[in-house]
């Protein structure tokens, strides 16, 4: 009788997992690494994780693109101007060996500064 309970909580946690370990929807048209071929590459990805990095030379503008959450490793000093789908604008200022958390976001980025963007991002598929 005490069964039936564990039994659907197991079930539950195994549905929950396997959720949680699907692959990236590959049919995004604002996926990155398709609007950004330029300036983004993939150097790793799994079930868990995808690793791109991120080269912006002086002027460039990536288009409108997504991110999904994770970290992001700053192997460069640099500035850029990030414009947010709803058009907001900000100036930022990276330095060489930071990282930062990173919340999911559309965007475009330009680089503004006088060397080229080169970051590392990990996104997080969960």
Known sequence: MHRTPTICLVIAICLGVTLVALPQATDDPLDSLKVCAATQRLIFENQFVRVIDA?????????MHRHRHGV???????????????GQKAIQERKSGTARWS??????VKNVGKTSTHAIRVELKY
Do not use: C, K, R, S
């Open 55 to 63: 080269q912006i030379p002086i002027g460039v503008v990536e288009p």
């Open 103 to 108: 919340e999911a976001v559309v965007h475009t």
């Open 72 to 86: 992001v490793v700053h192997m460069g000093d640099y500035t850029n101007e990030q414009t947010n789908l709803d």
